[in-house]
């Protein structure tokens, strides 16, 4: 299980929220089940795709052209300017003709140019229009990038990455811009005149980065020291601000991209990567720009003496987090030197920091992610859980601390800047998640909804009990979005009443504008303005990012299961829906559905939602299936078109799988069931049941 500070900045944590449920709820199951391989294009470039029908559909919002370069807008009066972005499709070939049929379904394009000539027919391509069709000429081509054969995986997870509409080649102006940039110069940087604050030239303290063995942009470092009875900490971030300046290319690059996206096999930065894998990387042994936040903490994890300023670092060692997870555990000989050194330093005072923020309230969830393997080729092999270790928080916690005292530093400051708000849940889910704690004997105080100490002391107790990560699972479904906004609130989940995103300016554009602030501050320039709609967009941009990760996830899971169709496995249940129970095997790291439709197949039975108490309730036998209960399935069918992995149930488990005896209850003696149902806080009688009934067969 994975250990998730909720809105936690370090790069290993995925998506906290489960693969997107629309598709099983929205959509009617069809018994043809497609098997296309590429969903609707996203909602945001303008497009119109014309159907096999002759009917055309929006598949894609307009998209405003970048500053300084000409509209994409065709000027002739045709229909649409289709495919103006690079697209997906199948290489094809009859004579002398070669075109491209593209994914979505559309009308072929041709390719005159020769890019084609070196490709086999019938590959995957990724290809770009050269020419819009009017109404008097054809479109046309040209192939962009080869993705592969038709009949791999790998191809197929290609095409769904290169589907999305997301950024993923840098114009030529923002390359050359980046490539202008030399290396640091450590003198010239700290003479600089323009600035009232110097640059603190902190070579000597020793510094480490810390970051999975694949990682390449270094954002964070590091440095740790005992004083008086807690610790002084140094928490250096890179000064991506000094590269990317306000209405430069690489700006408004940066700001349509909003963030980095980290896909399965694959990674659309930010910035380019002369910036994000080079200058602005903290490599070990060479000096590089930094913000740096320094604070002292005492025994308590109570923050002082805090300072922000510019500095000049040279990292001595690039750590790994199996490196610090052996020297947690007690392998002296993990990392050799003084690193070791700062690094016991930085393990202590992370423990302390957790221990003062988990008092006050902060959430405590241990929820495990899904994380794609890839093989040699680039398709996915397996789906697992992820399961961060003792290491990955150690970093958490330096950067939650270091988040909280940049936020307190603006507000000192009077300083515009861009905040991290979480609000607290609204009361109706707030209400739910007691109702439901209260069939296994849990409280939540609903004095105060909006202390998060309330909460944390739920998630405590709910631990012990068998239904923990389900009820997690259910909790963090229950949690308001959080987003950015200029305007300071309070981070419930953090249980923070000041927090900015500070040290990832690499990939999220918040951090950048957060760092900007401090630097038009010591430049002595005005503030910065327009942050109620940069903030709207930060925001967007990252929800465009997570529902990216979530659906190529969820893809990649999808061509996973289809190896194993037909397979019975142990599985639990994830989520009650008027649609069916939502599973997870225990061996498949991926949620699919077992339709209500099918529960009741041989009996005829109907099946009530009990929302509250999250079961599916049989009206006339009061066979119950509850969230968290173990069961025994048939994964029998997989759409990978719609995202759709369906089971079939099988049994339920023995007791000693957690089968609760409710299972076989019944409603004969309706009285008795619903006075057990009140000790329980199940809700009974029938202005309780949700009114959603389905009948599992047609009489």
């Known amino acids: 299980m994975a250990r998730v500070a909720v809105d936690s900045p370090p790069r290993h944590r995925s998506s906290l929220y489960p693969t997107t449920r629309l598709s099983y709820i929205n959509q009617t199951h069809s018994s043809s089940h497609r098997d296309s391989t590429i969903p609707k294009r996203s909602s945001r470039r303008g497009r119109m795709v014309r159907r096999p029908s002759g009917k055309r559909s929006r598949a894609q919002a307009d998209r405003s052209p970048r500053p300084g370069r000409k509209s994409r807008e065709s000027k002739s009066p045709a229909p649409a300017a289709e495919y103006i972005d690079p697209c997906v499709g199948w290489l094809r070939r009859s004579g002398s003709a070669i075109w491209v049929d593209p994914e979505p379904r559309g009308k072929a394009i041709f390719i005159h140019d020769g890019s084609a000539d070196t490709f086999d027919t019938g590959i995957a391509v990724r290809f770009r229009v050269t020419r819009p069709r009017t109404d008097i000429q054809a479109s046309a081509a040209s192939i962009v990038e080869c993705l592969g054969p038709a009949d ?20 030529a102006d923002t390359l050359t811009e980046a490539d202008a940039f ?3 110069e450590p003198e010239a940087e700290l003479a600089d005149s323009e600035i009232t604050l110097k640059r603190r030239d902190l070579r000597a303290q020793i510094h480490v980065t810390i970051d999975g063995e694949d990682a390449r942009d270094f954002d964070d470092a590091v440095s740790a020291q005992p004083e008086g009875e807690g610790y002084r900490i140094w928490v250096s971030i890179a000064d991506v601000a000094s590269y990317v300046q306000a209405g430069t290319t690489l700006d408004r690059e940066a700001r349509l991209r909003g963030t980095s ?57 690039r750590l790994t987090y199996v490196q610090v997870q052996r020297l947690i555990d007690g392998d002296e000989g993990a990392v050799p030197g003084q690193p070791a050194s700062v690094g016991r330093h930085a393990i202590d005072a992370s423990r302390v920091l957790r221990r003062r923020r988990f008092g006050l309230g902060s959430l405590d969830l241990e929820i495990a992610e899904a994380a794609v393997v890839i093989d040699a080729s680039g398709g996915p092999l397996d789906v697992v859980a992820r399961a961060p270790i003792e290491a ?27 905040y991290r708000v979480h609000p607290p849940p609204a009361q109706e889910k707030w209400t739910r998640l007691q109702n439901w704690g209260k069939r296994f004997g849990l409280s939540l105080r609903m004095t105060d909804c909006s202390n998060p100490g309330n909460m944390a002391d739920f ?26 906004s200029p305007q300071v609130a309070m981070h419930f989940g953090l249980a923070s009443q000041a927090y900015a995103h500070f040290t990832s300016p690499i990939r999220r554009y918040p951090d950048l504008l957060v760092h900007r602030a401090l630097w038009n501050h010591w430049r002595g320039k005005a503030s910065l303005r327009g942050l109620d709609d940069l903030a709207k967009h930060c925001s967007e941009t990252e929800r465009r990012a997570l529902q990216a990760e979530r659906d190529v996830t969820q893809f990649a899971a999808c061509l996973v299961a289809r190896r194993h169709q037909g397979e019975e496995m142990s599985a639990r249940i994830t989520g009650v829906h008027a649609a069916g129970l939502f599973v997870r095997p225990d061996d498949l790291f991926a949620e699919g559905l077992i339709p209500i439709t099918s529960l009741g197949e041989r009996t005829g039975e109907y099946f009530e939602v009990w929302d509250e108490a999250q079961m599916l309730v049989g009206r006339s036998s009061g066979v119950r299936y509850s969230l968290g209960e173990a069961l025994k399935v048939r994964l029998v ?63």
Do not use: W
Not at 152 to 168: E, F, H, I, Q
Not at 395 to 403: G, P, S
């Open 392 to 418: 990955h928080h150690v970093i958490e916690d330096l950067m939650i601390a270091a988040n909280e005292s940049v936020a307190e530093h603006l507000l000192e400051r009077d300083l515009a800047g861009v």
């Open 459 to 484: 998630v405590e107790h709910l631990k012990l009990t068998p239904q923990a990560e389900a009820g997690q699972m259910l909790l963090l479904r229950s949690l308001a979005q959080a987003y950015y």
């Open 261 to 317: 996206v980290y896909l399965p096999g694959k990674v659309l930065p930010m910035l380019p990567e002369k910036l994000s894998n080079g200058l602005c990387s903290l490599q070990p042994g060479v000096p590089r720009r930094t913000i740096t936040c320094e604070m002292v903490i005492d025994r308590h994890g109570a923050r002082s003496d805090i300072r922000v300023y510019p500095s000049l670092i040279r990292s001595a060692a």
């Open 637 to 699: 069918r997989v759409d990978i078109g719609m995202r759709r992995i369906d089971f079939e149930l099988v049994r339920a488990a023995a007791p000693d799988g957690g089968t609760s005896r409710a299972a076989r209850a019944t409603s004969r003696d309706a009285g008795k069931r619903n006075r057990s149902d009140r000790r329980s806080g199940e809700p009974s009688g029938r202005r309780a049941r949700k009114s959603v009934r389905r009948r599992s067969r047609k009489p």
């Open 182 to 184: 030399g290396d640091v």
């Open 152 to 171: 791999s995986d790998a191809t197929r997870l290609k095409m769904v990455v290169a589907g999305l509409g997301l950024p993923d080649e840098f114009p």
